[in-house]
C-alpha cells in the first residue's frame, strides 16, 4: 500500500497524539474515536510490515529503520496492547482525555521507533522520549504518591539513558559507525564489556529487573489502572527484553561470564520479588511485584544461551505481557467499580463481576505456569534451556531451583489474590456493584483469550510465526507436550469432577452456621486472604529481607540519593555565607593555577 | 556593527529621559529595541557564515588597527550575539510584565539596555581595553540590576557579588597592564601576532594566570563560583535570567575563548587547567544542587554545573567538542532563561521560593508547568530536546579525544543533574495545589508568550544540527575556535 | 624595578585588606586602595627613561616621548573605578538600614 511503511508507522502516532493534546478536553467523543482509528491502523500496519519483512527504510544511504523477524512480531505486539487498551480506556479513564489519548499515541510511536531503529542514535532518542512519556501519564493522576513514583521511574530511567549514551559512545569509537546491522563486536576487552553492560543496564531499567527495579511497584500503585497495564506490565517489558536481546545476539557475541551475570540477575529478581509479593496488600503492588519477578524468568531465559532457552525468553515476553496487562485492566476494572485497591477490603466480587473474575483467573493460572496456558509453555522452554546449558556451568542447578520456586510462589499469591478479591463473603465496605461496561471487559476477555490460545495451539501459531524465526538455530524440545491431548484430558478430568460434585456429592453434607465453642459467634469478622502468608515474615531471614525492602533499602534510587546527601552537607557547610572565605578560594585556587603552569 | 551599541545606549537614555511618561510608551520603545536588536545578530550571522568564516571588520573614527580601534565579528561572535540578542528580546517582554511589581521600572530598563550593551560590546571588541570598558560596564549595571528591589538579601546578595567580581576586574586589569609592557599594543591581533613570536615567555604565562583568574570568576567556574548562588538567587526573576543565562557566558566564557584560543593560541597547560576547573565545577555544582530548598539557588549551583561541561568541552580542544561547547552554550542559554522566568511566574503565584511549600503548579498555570517541565527536561538531557544532543556530543567527544574517564565523569552528572530537578520539582508540580492558590495571582499573559516562545526554542533547537542549518549557523563558531590562530591574520587581513 | 615590586607592594596590601577586613568600610578602601595600585602601575609602565609629557605642540619634534596610551587607559580605570566605589558605598548605606551594623561576617542571611 505504502511505499514506505516504516516511518509512517512511526511518526504518524506521534503526531497524532500532538494533535490529541492540542485539542480541548470536551471533545472527548473526537479524542476516543481518532485515538481508536489511529491505533488500529497502526495494528494493521504493523502486521503488514511483518509479513513484508524485512523492510529496510533508507536517509541518505545508510538504513535508518530496519524491521527483521525480531522486531515485527513485538511491533504487533505493542500496537496491539495499544488498540486493546485503548478500547478498555474508552471506559475507564475519567479526566484529561486529549492528554492522556495524546501521550498514549505518543508512547505508541516512540516504541515503534525504538523497535524499527537501526541506527543507535535514532533507537535512544525514541527511547530516551518514551521515559519522558511515562512521566508524564503517570503525574495525569495528580496525586502526591504518583508525583514521587512518576519521579523516581523518570530518574532511574533517564539516569540508565545517560549510562546508555556511554556505552554508544563507546561502540562509536570502536566500531565508528552507528548502523546496528553492521556492528557485531566479540567481548573481548574491557572496553566491548563496558559498552556491553552499559546497555544491559539500560535495558533492565526499562523492563525492571533488580537492583533498578524500584520504581516498577510504585508506579503500579499509583497510576491509574490502564497507564499501569499500558506500560510497567506490556510495553516496557517488550521493549526493555527486545534491546537486551538485540544486544546480546546482532550487536555483541556474548561469552559464557556475561551470560552468568545476566542468569545470576534473573535468579535474584525471580526471587527476591515474588518473596516481597506475598506480603502486599495493595492489589497493584502485588502485580507491581509479580511484574518484576517475570522479568527474571526473561533474563533467565536469554542468559541461559541456548536456542531454546532463548526462545523461551522471547515466548514469556510475549506471554508476560498478555497476562500481565489482562491482570491490570482486571484491577481497573475492581477499582472503579469496588474504590478501592486495598486488598483487606475487597472480598467476594466473583458474583458481580464475572467477567473481571473469569478474566483474573485465566490470567492467574498462565503467570503461575499452569498447563495448559500459555505461561507454562514458555517456562517449560525456559526450564528446558537452563538444563541445556548443563554443560557451559555447574550452577545450572541453582537458576532451575530459583525459577521453580518462584513458580511455586506466585501461584501461592495469586491464590491469595483471588481468594481476597473476588472469594469468600463480601467485605461490608463496598455497596452495590455492577460488573464493568464492554469497553473494559472486551479487552480483559480477549487478552484472557488469547492466553489460551497461545497456550493450547502453541506449537502451531505464536511459536513457528513469531519466536522460531527470530531466533537463530532450531530448538530441541526435551520430552513431549502433546498440547491439544492435555487439554482435552484436561477437560475431561475437570468435567467428569464437576458432574461427581453436582449428583452425587451434595447427600452426605449437613451444613452448619459457623459455632465456637458450642456458641453461635455474634460476628465472625470476615478473613481476608491477606493474612495468609504473614508468618512467612517471622523466618527471620525473609522477613528482614521483606523489611529491608519496604524500607528501601534495595532501592537504588534511595541508595543514591543518601550517597548524594553524605557529600552535600560538608560541602553546603563549607559555603558559610562569609564573603573573605570565598575570596581565599579564588586566592587558593589562583596559586594552585600558579603552581600548575610554572612546574609542569 | 555600530548598531548593537547604539541602539541600547539610545534605548537606556531614552528610558531615562521618558522617566515620567506612561509605562505604555516606554514599553514599546524597549520592545522595538530589543527586537531590532534580535533581527540584526541574525542578519549578521548569515552575513558572516555566508562569507564562509570571514570577519567582518568595522573601524571607529577612521584609524585602522593596530593603531585605531575596531569592531569585529567573526563566526563566535556572531554566533554568540544571536544567543544574546534573542534570550534579551524574551526577557524584554517578560520583563514588561514582570515588573509592575516594583517602583521606578525606567530605572530597570534603563540600567537593562545598558547591560545589553555592555554585553554586545565584549562581544564586538577587537582590542583588549575595550573588552574591560565593556566588562566593566556590564557588570556594573549587573551589580545595581542585582540589588533592584532593596530587600536586605539583595542588598548582601549584590554586595558580595560586587566585590569579589571588582576584584576579578583588578586582575584583569594588572593583566592587561603586564601584557602591554610585554607587547605595546592593545589590538587583539597585535597581541596575537606578538605573541606568536615568542610563545613561552613568562610573562605570558603569569598574564595567561592573572587572566584566568578573574574571567573564571566571572564565569563562575568553581572554586571562584560562590557569588553566583547569592546574585541568581536574590535578583529578580528576569535579571537571574539575564545574568545565568547570558552575562556568565559572555563575560566569562567567550572572554576565555576569545583570549585563550584566539590571541595567546591554546597550549595544553591552559587546555588542562580547563578540564580540570570544568570537572570540578560539574561536580561540586552537582552535589551542591542537591541540598537546596529554595528553587532559584538551585537553578544557579545548576548553572554552575553545566558551564562546567562548557569549560570542560573547550579544554578537550578537538573540532567536535568545540562544537559540542558552543551547541550547548546555546542550549543552556534558552533553557536556563526559561527556567528563571517561570520561577519569577511561580514566585509570584505563591508568594515564596521555598519548593517544599509549593505544589500543584501544573494544575493551576498549566503554560510555566509544562514548560518548565521541558525546560527541565532539556537541560537533564532527555529527547528530543536540544540539551541531550549537546550532551551526547559533549560525551562523544571526550571518548573520541581518548578520555574515557571525562566521559564516565559527564555521564555521571547528567545523571545527577536528572536526579536534582526532578526530585525537587516533581513533588512543585505535581500533587494537588495548596488551598490558598484561588487567592492567588495569575500569571500575567505576556510572560506566558516569551516563555512558550523559550519553549518552542529550545524544543526547535535540535534542528540546527542538520546539515544545511548547521553550516549555516554553527559551523562558523567552530571554525572561529579551532583556527584560533588564523584570527590575527584574518582580522589584519580583512583591513588591507 | 624596585618601584615596580613596591607597586605591587601596594596592591598587595589592598588585597589584605579586602580579604581580612570585617567591616563592610575598610572592605572598601581596600578595594580603593587596589585599583589605585593598578593605575598606578599603568602610570609606570609607560614611562621612557629621559621622556617628556606627550604633548603634541607645532614647535617640539615628536621624540622621546612616554608613552600616552597607558595614562588613558588609566583614566579611563579611574572612572571606572569611581562608579564601582560609588555603588559599594550606595550598598554599604542601605545595607546599615536593614541589618544594622558593618560586620560582614553578620550580614550572613543567605547560606549553603
Known amino acids: 500500500m505504502f511505499s514506505d511503511p516504516l516511518p509512517i508507522l512511526v511518526m504518524a502516532p506521534i503526531a497524532a497524539g500532538f494533535a490529541c493534546i492540542a485539542v480541548p478536553d ?34 541518505g544511504d545508510t538504513a535508518v529503520l530496519l524491521a527483521d523477524n525480531l522486531s515485527g512480531f513485538i511491533a504487533i505486539a505493542v500496537s496491539a496492547f495499544a488498540f486493546l487498551i485503548t478500547i478498555y480506556s474508552f471506559g475507564s479513564v475519567e479526566r484529561s482525555f486529549g492528554r492522556y489519548f495524546g501521550y498514549v499515541l505518543m508512547t505508541l510511536g516512540a516504541s515503534m521507533g525504538v523497535i524499527f531503529a537501526n541506527n543507535l542514535l535514532v533507537m535512544l532518542v525514541f527511547w530516551g522520549f518514551l521515559a519522558a512519556m511515562l512521566y508524564l501519564l503517570v503525574n495525569l493522576e495528580n496525586t502526591k504518591e504518583a508525583a514521587l513514583a512518576g519521579r523516581k521511574a523518570l530518574i532511574i530511567i533517564g539516569g540508565t539513558d545517560a549510562v546508555m549514551i556511554f556505552g554508544i559512545g563507546l561502540i562509536w569509537i570502536m566500531t565508528d559507525t552507528f548502523s546496528m546491522d553492521m556492528i557485531r563486536l566479540p567481548l573481548d576487552s574491557i572496553l566491548t564489556y563496558t559498552a556491553y553492560f552499559c546497555i544491559v543496564i539500560a535495558s533492565f531499567a526499562k523492563a525492571g529487573a533488580m537492583p533498578f527495579h524500584s520504581w516498577l511497584p510504585d508506579v503500579a500503585e499509583s497510576a491509574s489502572g490502564s497507564v499501569a497495564a499500558y506500560l510497567p506490565a506490556s510495553l516496557d517489558k517488550l521493549l526493555g527484553i527486545y534491546l537486551l536481546a538485540r544486544v546480546s545476539f546482532d550487536l555483541f557475541i556474548t561469552t559464557a561470564a556475561s551470560n552468568l551475570v545476566l542468569l545470576a540477575v534473573g535468579a535474584i529478581t525471580i526471587v527476591l520479588a515474588v518473596m516481597m509479593a506475598l506480603v502486599q496488600h495493595n492489589y497493584r503492588k502485588l502485580l507491581g511485584y509479580h511484574a ?58 466473583a458474583k458481580f463481576m464475572p467477567f473481571t473474575f473469569l478474566a483474573c483467573v485465566i490470567a492467574s493460572l498462565a503467570i503461575s505456569g499452569i498447563p495448559p496456558f500459555n505461561g507454562f509453555v514458555s517456562k517449560w522452554m525456559i526450564y528446558q534451556g537452563i538444563i541445556e546449558s548443563a554443560s557451559s556451568s555447574r550452577l545450572w542447578v541453582v537458576w532451575l531451583c530459583a525459577a521453580m520456586f518462584g513458580s511455586a510462589l506466585t501461584i501461592a499469591s495469586f491464590m491469595k489474590l483471588l481468594h481476597a478479591a473476588f472469594m469468600g463473603r463480601k467485605s461490608d465496605n463496598i455497596k452495590e456493584i455492577r460488573e464493568v461496561g464492554p469497553s473494559m471487559y472486551i479487552p480483559m476477555l480477549t487478552l484472557a483469550l488469547i492466553c489460551i490460545i497461545f497456550g493450547i495451539f502453541a506449537f502451531s501459531i505464536p511459536l513457528p510465526l513469531f519466536i522460531l524465526p527470530a531466533v537463530s538455530g532450531v530448538p530441541a524440545f526435551i520430552g513431549t507436550w502433546g498440547a491439544v491431548l492435555a487439554t482435552i484430558l484436561i477437560l475431561v478430568g475437570a468435567a467428569a469432577g464437576f458432574i461427581l460434585y453436582r449428583f452425587f456429592g451434595r447427600s452426605g453434607l449437613r451444613i452448619v452456621d459457623n459455632f465456637v465453642g458450642g456458641e453461635a459467634p455474634e460476628k465472625l469478622s470476615r478473613v481476608s486472604g491477606t493474612e495468609f502468608y504473614d508468618t512467612i515474615n517471622d523466618i527471620s531471614l525473609i522477613g528482614r529481607i521483606n523489611r529491608a525492602e519496604s524500607a528501601g533499602n ?18 553546603q557547610r563549607l559555603h558559610n555565607g562569609v564573603l573573605p572565605t570565598y575570596l581565599i578560594w579564588c586566592f587558593l585556587g ?6 600548575f603552569l610554572f612546574f609542569r | 556593527m555600530h548598531l548593537f551599541l547604539i541602539i541600547p545606549l539610545a534605548a537606556a537614555f531614552m528610558m531615562a529621559i521618558l522617566a515620567r511618561t506612561g509605562d505604555c510608551v516606554r514599553d514599546i520603545i524597549s520592545g522595538l529595541a530589543a527586537i531590532s536588536l534580535a533581527v540584526f545578530s541574525v542578519l549578521t550571522l548569515m552575513a558572516a557564515n555566508f562569507f564562509h568564516s570571514a570577519v567582518i571588520v568595522k573601524s571607529f573614527a577612521g584609524f585602522m588597527p593596530p593603531a585605531g580601534t575596531a569592531f569585529v565579528v567573526d563566526g563566535l561572535s556572531a554566533f554568540m550575539l544571536v544567543t544574546v540578542n534573542t534570550v534579551a528580546l524574551f526577557v524584554v517582554l517578560y520583563s514588561a510584565g514582570y515588573m509592575n511589581k516594583y517602583t521606578d521600572k525606567w530605572k530597570f530598563q534603563s540600567l537593562f539596555f545598558l547591560m545589553i550593551s555592555g554585553i554586545n560590546g565584549v562581544l564586538v571588541a577587537s582590542d583588549m581595553f575595550n573588552l574591560y570598558v565593556f566588562l566593566e560596564i556590564a557588570a556594573i549595571s549587573a551589580y545595581f540590576l542585582v540589588a533592584f528591589g ?18 576579578a576586574s583588578a586582575f584583569i586589569l594588572l593583566g592587561i597592564a603586564f601584557l602591554y609592557s610585554h607587547t605595546s599594543t592593545l589590538s587583539l591581533a597585535g597581541i596575537a601576532q606578538a605573541i606568536a613570536a615568542a610563545p613561552s615567555a613568562r610573562i605570558v604565562q603569569f598574564v595567561s594566570v592573572l587572566f584566568l583568574m578573574g574571567f573564571a570568576l566571572k564565569a563562575a567556574l568553581v572554586p571562584f563560583h560562590a557569588w553566583l548562588a547569592y546574585a541568581h538567587s536574590s535578583a529578580p526573576a528576569p535579571i537571574s535570567a539575564m545574568l545565568s543565562g547570558v552575562l556568565i557566558k559572555v563575560l566569562g566564557i567567550y572572554a576565555i575563548a576569545r583570549i585563550f584560543f584566539s590571541v595567546f593560541g591554546a597550549s595544553a597547560g591552559i587546555c588542562q587547567i580547563l578540564i580540570a ?33 562548557v569549560a570542560l568541552a573547550l579544554g578537550v580542544a578537538t573540532p567536535l567538542a568545540f562544537f559540542g561547547a558552543v551547541f550547548h552554550l546555546f542550549n543552556h542559554s534558552i533553557v536556563k532563561s526559561l527556567l528563571f522566568l517561570n520561577s519569577g511566574s511561580i514566585e509570584q503565584m505563591f508568594r515564596t521560593r521555598d519548593l517544599s511549600k509549593i505544589s500543584g503548579v501544573v494544575a493551576g498555570a498549566p503554560v510555566t508547568g509544562y514548560t518548565s517541565i521541558m525546560g527541565a527536561m532539556s537541560i537533564s538531557g532527555v529527547p528530543p530536546f536540544g540539551g541531550f544532543w549537546s550532551k551526547l556530543i559533549i560525551i562523544f567527544a571526550c571518548l573520541q579525544a581518548g578520555h574515557p574517564v571525562l566521559a564516565a565523569i559527564a555521564v555521571l552528572v547528567s545523571v545527577m543533574t536528572m536526579a536534582y530537578y526532578f526530585a525537587a520539582m516533581t513533588p512543585a508540580l505535581f500533587g494537588a495545589g495548596i488551598n490558598s492558590f484561588n487567592a492567588v495571582k495569575k500569571v500575567h499573559g505576556i510572560m506566558n508568550v516569551s516563555v512558550m516562545a523559550l519553549a518552542v526554542l529550545a524544543l526547535a533547537a535540535p534542528l540546527a544540527l542538520l546539515p544545511e542549518m548547521r553550516q549555516r549557523l554553527i559551523d562558523g563558531a567552530v571554525q572561529a575556535l579551532v583556527n584560533g590562530s588564523a584570527y590575527a591574520a584574518t582580522v589584519l587581513g580583512a583591513i588591507k | 624595578m624596585v618601584t615596580y615590586l613596591l607597586c605591587l607592594v601596594l596592591f598587595s596590601v589592598g588585597l589584605y585588606c579586602v580579604v581580612r577586613k570585617r567591616n563592610i568600610i575598610k572592605i572598601i578602601i581596600g578595594i580603593g586602595i587596589m585599583e589605585y595600585a593598578i593605575n598606578l602601575f599603568f602610570i609606570l609602565i609607560g614611562y621612557r627613561s629621559n621622556g617628556r609629557a606627550p604633548i603634541f605642540a607645532d614647535d617640539q619634534a615628536v621624540v622621546n616621548m612616554v608613552d600616552p596610551l597607558p595614562q588613558a587607559m588609566a583614566l579611563t580605570a579611574i572612572v571606572i ?31 549553603g
Open chain 1, 554 to 571: 534495595f532501592d537504588l534510587y534511595n541508595i543514591g540519593m543518601k550517597a548524594v546527601n553524605f557529600f552535600t552537607i560538608p560541602l
Open chain 3, 81 to 111: 573605578s569611581l562608579a564601582v566605589t560609588m555603588m559599594l558605598v550606595a550598598l554599604a548605606i542601605r545595607i546599615y538600614e536593614k541589618y544594622g551594623t558593618f560586620d560582614i561576617t553578620k550580614i550572613n542571611r543567605l547560606k
Open chain 2, 150 to 167: 532593596t530587600e536586605a538579601e539583595e542588598l548582601e546578595a549584590s554586595f558580595k557579588y560586587a566585590v569579589m567580581g571588582t576584584v
Open chain 1, 26 to 59: 470536551g471533545m472527548k467523543g473526537l479524542i476516543k474515536l481518532f485515538t481508536g482509528i489511529v491505533t488500529a491502523a497502526c495494528l494493521a500496519g504493523s502486521i503488514f510490515v511483518f509479513r513484508e519483512k524485512p523492510a529496510f527504510w533508507f536517509y
Open chain 1, 590 to 595: 589562583m596559586v594552585g593555577m600558579f603552581l
Open chain 2, 277 to 309: 576547573l570544568g570537572v570540578l565545577s560539574m561536580i561540586a555544582g552537582g552535589v551542591l544542587a542537591f541540598g537546596q530548598s529554595d528553587i532559584k539557588r538551585l537553578f544557579a549551583y545548576s548553572t554552575v554545573s553545566q558551564i562546567g561541561y
Open chain 1, 292 to 349: 518484576v519477578s517475570q522479568v527474571g524468568y526473561m533474563i533467565l531465559g536469554i542468559g541461559s544461551g541456548t536456542v531454546i532457552g532463548i526462545a523461551g525468553g522471547l515466548f514469556h515476553m510475549l506471554n508476560n505481557a498478555i497476562y500481565k496487562s489482562c491482570l491490570f485492566l482486571t484491577s481497573g476494572a475492581v477499582e472503579k467499580k469496588a474504590g478501592t485497591m486495598d486488598l483487606d477490603k475487597l472480598g467476594g466480587l
